[in-house]
């Protein structure tokens, strides 16, 4: 699909996806990148300029009333009323999504449980902090049980600990078969939650994956070592024992001041080797490190360092805010 704005922007440009039923999916990618306009136009705010978006068998734009009634949807901005409770809320809520009334105490009880808001149940939610909002906010687009929830950077603004707390709570519901689609600008996050992501850069998906595809499929692993005695006989022997090891797939290997960084895929598997053969070369390891590739890195090699340093400063620049 593709979606252009008034004004010309072309915020979406041939977005094509096909999430599972059941699946926990992650759309990432930095600021500016389109997944707002893309979650707006799944849940039926916009529509696409070109093409068509079906949810749960509906056409969003011949059957908009059908799509609504079978998702749940939580915007960027909170939809909660600071001046009710949370049971409030939730009763609120359900009359909006249409639960019938003889089921709605219980459904509330069970939704207050789930959240673990059932303790601050009876009390307003202007004094709740920035997590029990986002959980309570989370609750009430749940009250209907969609089968579908869009989730738009749920977690953006939250100290870590409440980020943790919401995570769980996504784990639960998506555990529970809600098939989730979350848009996130944390690396971290899309890869602990997320069964398939997409990665979105400028309005066009350069990526689709499982978080281990995309990371097997752009980074290598890398070991450093550093040798007990490293002087320049030692790194040659090192060096030499390295080359000389056919069960490391050594892409690069380059010597430092006080030993070596190995570039394989299957620098993991083959450390006993690779240990054995050192000592075998009579050059003791001091100390090393294996590192995998992160999410950070198939990032870097899809949209290039700035626009990883701009979702840091991004990440930063909240957390920030939410310590002042
Ligand atoms: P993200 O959610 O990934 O940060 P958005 O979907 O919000 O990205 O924005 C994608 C692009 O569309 C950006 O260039 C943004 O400036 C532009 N954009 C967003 N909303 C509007 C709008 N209402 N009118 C015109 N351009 C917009």
Known sequence: MHVTYEDGTEAVQGVSLDVKEGEFFGFLGPNG??????????????????????IN???????????RESIGYMAQETSIDFELTPRENLRVACRIYGVPKAQREERIEELLDLVDLQDVADKRAETFSGGMQKRLDTATVLVHRPPVVFLDEPTTGLDPEARLRVWNYFEKINEQGTTVFLTTQYLEEANE???????????Q??????????????????????LDKPTDETQRRALEAVR?????????????????????????????????????????????????????????????????DEQRETAESTSSEVAQ
């Open 244 to 308: 000389r090891l056919n069960a490391l797939d050594a892409a690069r290997i380059e010597t430092t001041a006080d030993g070596l960084v190995i570039d394989a895929d299957n620098a993991r598997a083959a450390t006993s080797d690779l240990f054995t053969e050192l000592a075998a070369a009579d050059t003791a390891v001091d100390d090393f490190e294996i590192r995998s590739p992160t999410l950070d890195d198939v990032f870097l090699t899809v949209t290039g360092d700035d626009a990883v």
């Open 193 to 203: 939650l997320c069964d398939r992501l997409a990665i979105l850069q400028d309005g």
């Open 205 to 226: 998906i350069t990526h689709t994956g499982t978080p281990a595809a995309l990371k097997s499929a752009v980074g290598t692993e890398t070991v450093t070592l550093s």
């Open 57 to 67: 068998g509906y056409d969003t734009k011949t059957d908009p009333q059908a799509v």
């Open 33 to 54: 990148a389109g997944k707002t306009t893309t979650i707006k136009t799944l849940v039926t705010l916009l529509y696409p300029t070109q093409g068509a978006v079906h």
